[in-house]
């Protein structure tokens, strides 16, 4: 089993930042990947960005997150985080963590364990 709450969300102008923090407990940490996924209103809930459990933590992005969106994890602290930069109103969304612990890929294809969301609202 694996508990995951995210935090960091809130309201930030476009163009401004916002760290997104997962904390995760129960199973180890640092053996499986984790991810962060968004939800819009109205819309399906998309992929944003990955990281792998492996020592050299590699990292993938969502094409829209490219550029803008850094995912690191701390593997002491059981945390992983998302760095949101020039955030644009179309990033308005819950945003949640994900882990995936039955190593479906890399990326992964699937996550079996998700946190409870966290909302990001950027105005113009």
């Known amino acids: 089993q694996v508990q995951l709450v995210e935090s960091g969300g809130g309201l930030v102008q476009t163009g401004g930042s916002l760290r997104l923090s997962c904390a995760a407990s129960?199973?180890?940490?640092?053996?499986?990947?984790m991810g962060w996924l968004r939800q819009a209103p109205g819309k399906e809930r998309e992929f944003v960005a990955a990281?792998?459990?492996?020592?050299?933590?590699?990292?993938y992005y969502a094409d829209s997150a490219k550029g803008r969106f850094t995912i690191s994890r701390d593997n002491a602290k059981n945390t992983v985080y998302l760095q949101m930069n020039s955030l644009k109103s179309e990033d308005t969304a819950v945003y949640y963590c994900?882990?995936?612990?039955?190593?479906?890929?890399?990326?992964?294809?699937?996550?079996?364990?998700w946190g409870q969301g966290t909302q990001v609202t950027v105005s113009s």
């Open positions: 990281i792998s459990w492996s020592r050299i933590s590699s990292t």
């Open positions: 994900a882990a995936d612990t039955s190593v479906t890929g890399w990326p992964p294809v699937s996550y079996n364990y």
């Open positions: 129960g199973r180890s940490f640092s053996g499986y990947a």
